[in-house]
């Protein structure tokens, strides 16, 4: 594992100050199936593993996509593995990235990231009752009813704050996946 992507340690040492390109934002409820979504775009990339402070990820140098989260084949995976102190670390690492950066889940998906001046694009997975509840069971998930429901307090929050925030329905029928490559390029 490196600790800085090579290309990445090139352009921060050509700028004081790059900036990301974009930064594609998934976030939703419990078993809406965020990482299974991301892991499913890694296919399409090769990719190496980095760290730069707290962030952890992997990236495509050649097409200079950066993946952020571990994804280790566990249930909880992406953001969920990080360190809950990684958003300083992961704002730093924006500033001086040119690339596409994509990420999932609740460790950053929230209104202080995205009251930084970056070029979000902010989407919400929904999914039916029937679809997260079978998830759940799948994957044996213990989550209390509160937590439940301060997730979707929060996801309720984040899309009254940002009304351009993007919501579709993560039902397993390969749409998502589809509309989600369509803001990557």
């Given at each position: 594992m490196f600790n800085l992507p090579i290309?990445?340690?090139?352009?921060?040492?050509?700028s004081k100050r790059v900036m990301v390109k974009k930064v594609i934002a998934i976030g939703g409820e419990p078993a809406t199936g965020k990482s299974t979504l991301v892991r499913e775009l890694m296919k399409?990339?090769?990719l190496s593993q980095f760290k730069y402070g707290l962030v952890r990820?992997?990236?495509d140098e050649l097409q200079n996509v950066y993946f952020i989260g571990v994804f280790d084949g566990g249930t909880f995976e992406g953001t969920d593995k990080l360190s809950m102190g990684v958003q300083p670390d992961f704002v730093k690492f924006?500033?001086?990235c040119n690339g596409i950066v994509i990420f999932e889940g609740d460790r950053l998906f929230n209104n202080k990231?995205?009251?930084?001046d970056f070029p979000?694009?902010?989407i919400v997975l929904t999914a039916s009752k029937d679809t997260k509840d079978k998830r759940h069971r799948e994957r044996g998930d213990n989550q209390s009813q509160v937590f439940l429901s301060s997730r979707?307090?929060?996801i309720d929050n984040?899309?009254?704050a940002h009304p351009d925030t993007i919501i579709l329905e993560n039902e397993d029928n390969g749409n998502t996946i589809n509309k989600i490559k369509e803001y990557i390029k």
């Amino acid at each position: 594992m490196f600790n800085l992507p090579i290309g990445f340690i090139r352009r921060a040492e050509k700028s004081k100050r790059v900036m990301v390109k974009k930064v594609i934002a998934i976030g939703g409820e419990p078993a809406t199936g965020k990482s299974t979504l991301v892991r499913e775009l890694m296919k399409d990339y090769t990719l190496s593993q980095f760290k730069y402070g707290l962030v952890r990820g992997r990236y495509d140098e050649l097409q200079n996509v950066y993946f952020i989260g571990v994804f280790d084949g566990g249930t909880f995976e992406g953001t969920d593995k990080l360190s809950m102190g990684v958003q300083p670390d992961f704002v730093k690492f924006l500033k001086y990235c040119n690339g596409i950066v994509i990420f999932e889940g609740d460790r950053l998906f929230n209104n202080k990231l995205f009251s930084n001046d970056f070029p979000f694009i902010k989407i919400v997975l929904t999914a039916s009752k029937d679809t997260k509840d079978k998830r759940h069971r799948e994957r044996g998930d213990n989550q209390s009813q509160v937590f439940l429901s301060s997730r979707i307090t929060k996801i309720d929050n984040i899309i009254k704050a940002h009304p351009d925030t993007i919501i579709l329905e993560n039902e397993d029928n390969g749409n998502t996946i589809n509309k989600i490559k369509e803001y990557i390029k």
